[in-house]
């Protein structure tokens, strides 16, 4: 039986380009499933199941590369090329027209790729044209288990193939734990040169309720410099006992992040069975898990005492039942395709194409989907404004990237 993967890789590369509309749904919302946790309410309007947009785009889509390893990142270079992550523990650069890939690249340090693990995101430093560095999160093994770690390396090209010379390890998620699930990762620079690394809680019962301890790495954003050392007003670093790299607690999976138009950290973390949610995490908040959460247990229970309010932690901004298990984001600020300017663009593991949320200030006002029948693992914006998402196979298998340009 061939994967969803193949078909859509060999569809698209038969007919070149295909013009495809966005779906259309019979209902008014994007989502017209079945909710999880049906009983719970959401505590403002468009907090979930925001109305479908006025204009959706014709969008044309053409797959520029195939047969990858099975990718977790990418990242444009200056010069339009893409520099790729593969969960294994490779790096690769793709050329821009998808036609050639690179050997591995050298350097890479071992990773733990069993699970959830890997090598997971990457990002080129602010000032990459010069310096030629670059940031990249993976699942470091331990001698006493394993966690995320943050490391950096100067990415050098030769004469057929590339290298990173100096890779440094400037960042561990501690405590290690020999776990499987939940690493996150994404890696944003912030305008002023801040790197914000985003981690997961490790899943299991007996570990996530980390995320609400300040002394311990789990479910939490970390700001840090490119040195790995925590920022001069981050919010605890006066608390005793707590970890000076934290921004923002109360998180349980975070595998999308991106800026907005002005400037500021947005996410989307996987939540429990119908619950994934976008927050805009600021300094010193709590975003309440596993204490407080939209969702149920993946095995019908309630989490914890099932609420999905409490004094002291932060609402999400808007929350997913069922989920769309996001994986990847960017904001979308070009003309090329104007229906989406001004949105954040999600990948959708589960819900296999891309989420389009239209915001109103700091709350959204609509929802729309692409389908693109395979899960996404990364979506990014390309200088021209073509938007580009990374294809992935559940368990392991091939991956994708296709181009995604405006139907005219």
């Given at each position: ?5 193949y ?29 999880n ?10 907090q ?7 204009n959706q ?14 990718l ?10 893409m ?16 036609s ?13 790729s ?6 997971l ?9 010069t310096?030629?560095?670059?940031y990249?999160?993976f ?13 950096a390396?100067?990415?050098v090209d030769?004469?057929?193939?590339a290298?990173?010379?100096g890779?440094t390890?400037?960042?561990q998620?501690t405590?290690?734990y ?8 994404r ?9 914000y690394v985003?981690v997961?809680?490790?899943s299991?019962?007996?570990v996530?309720t980390?995320a609400?301890d ?10 840090i410099?490119?040195?790995?050392k ?8 006066a ?22 138009g002005q ?12 619950g ?11 975003y ?10 993946y ?12 004094q002291?932690?932060?609402?999400p ?10 994986s990847?984001m ?28 239209h915001?109103?200030?700091?709350r959204?006002?609509h929802e ?9 693992r990364?979506?990014?914006?390309a200088p021209?404004?073509s ?21 005219t």
């Open positions: 039986m061939f994967s969803k993967n078909i859509l890789a060999t569809t698209m590369l038969a007919c070149s380009l295909i013009a495809v509309p966005v779906s259309a749904q019979d209902s008014n919302t994007a989502e017209t499933g079945k909710a946790a049906p009983q719970q309410a959401p505590a403002f309007e468009n979930t199941r925001a109305p479908l947009p006025e785009p014709r969008v044309e889509m053409k797959v520029i590369a195939k047969d990858l390893p099975h977790w990142a990418m990242e444009f270079l200056p010069d339009g090329r520099l790729v992550t593969a969960k294994e523990g490779a790096m690769h650069i793709v050329s821009q027209d998808g050639a890939v690179s050997e591995p690249i050298e350097g890479v340090p071992e990773v733990a069993a699970g959830q693990g890997g090598l995101d990457v990002a080129l430093a602010p000032d990459f044209e310096s030629g560095m670059i990249f999160s699942s470091e093994p331990r001698q006493d288990g394993n966690g995320t770690s943050v490391a390396a100067k990415l030769f004469d057929g193939g290298k990173l010379e890779v390890t400037i960042f998620q405590p290690s020999d776990g499987d699930k939940h690493f996150g990762s890696l944003v620079f912030g305008p002023q040169g801040e790197l985003t997961g809680e490790r299991d019962a007996e996530r980390g609400q300040l002394a311990s790495g789990f479910g939490k954003v970390f700001r410099d490119t040195s790995g925590a920022i001069e007003g981050n919010p605890f670093i608390t005793d006992g707590a970890l000076d790299e934290i921004w923002s607690l109360g998180h349980r999976n975070v595998q999308a992040a991106a800026l907005d400037g500021r950290l947005w996410l989307v973390e996987h939540g429990p069975k119908g994934d949610e976008l927050n805009r995490p600021e300094a010193g908040k709590n309440g898990w596993p204490e407080v959460t939209y969702g149920i247990e095995s019908g229970r309630a989490v914890g005492d099932g609420i999905t309010s409490q002291g932690t932060e609402q901004v808007y929350y997913w039942d069922p989920v769309i298990a996001p990847g960017a904001y979308y600020d070009h003309d090329l395709i104007p229906e989406w300017k001004g949105a954040f663009l999600i990948g959708g593991l589960v819900s296999q194409g891309i989420v389009a949320v915001m109103d200030g700091d959204v006002s729309g989907r692409l389908d693109l029948e395979a899960r996404i990364d979506v990014k914006v021209d404004g938007v580009f998402a990374v294809t992935e196979e559940r368990g392991g298998g091939n991956s994708t990237i296709i181009k995604i340009t405006n139907a």
